[in-house]
């Protein structure tokens, strides 16, 4: 891969959106009406269906993991033991906070909107029917091509989720 200024934002694009495997560590906010949670959270894709969550923060839930195969879907509690297999859970597997999941929507959603800025491109998905997660936002860096946050917002523009992504390493 080439990033910084030997790259195109059309290439920083290309390369983000046929990415086969990646590892990142990930501090997520989620808002709602009531409170606000912080979570940082270890995730792992593979190529073309595996996906692993692990929570690392809060204590509380450390070491719950989700992990996708395929149509199977399995939640771990790896300090309790905890093991629950949901076969042909297909639903569920679908993962709002995951960045294979922004990458296949991108490419399949028919509003795309990209937006170059000094130092970062700006993708951006519209789900018009999609009532609390409407509006998706990637924000990648121009100098290292990898994304830096995700902001994901209803349908009042108001932010629900926002995603810093602490390490992010392509495989």
Do not use: W
């Not at 979570?39 to 070491?63: F, H, M």
């Not at 970062?120 to 924000?139: G, Q, V």
Request: proline share 2%.
């Amino acid at each position: 891969m080439k990033f910084g200024n030997n790259s195109s934002s059309q290439e920083i694009i290309n390369n983000i959106l046929n990415i086969s495997s990646y590892e990142t560590k990930i501090e997520v906010d989620v808002n709602s009406n009531k409170n606000a949670n912080k979570y940082i959270i270890k995730q792992k894709y593979v190529a073309p269906d595996i996906s692993e969550q692990e929570v690392l923060e809060p204590k509380n839930i450390e070491g719950i993991k989700i992990v996708k195969n395929k149509n199977e879907l399995k939640v771990e509690n790896t300090k309790m033991n905890l093991i629950k297999i949901y076969n042909d859970y297909e639903y569920m597997t679908d993962n709002c906070l995951d960045l294979n999941a922004f990458i296949e929507d991108y490419k399949i959603m028919g509003k795309e909107i990209y937006e170059d800025r000094d130092n970062e491109i700006i993708l951006t998905i519209e789900n018009k029917s999609e009532k609390y997660h409407k509006n998706r936002t990637l924000y990648i860096s121009k100098e290292t091509g990898k994304p830096t946050k995700m902001e994901i917002k209803d349908n009042n523009k108001k932010t629900l989720i926002y995603i810093l992504y602490k390490e992010v390493e392509f495989k």
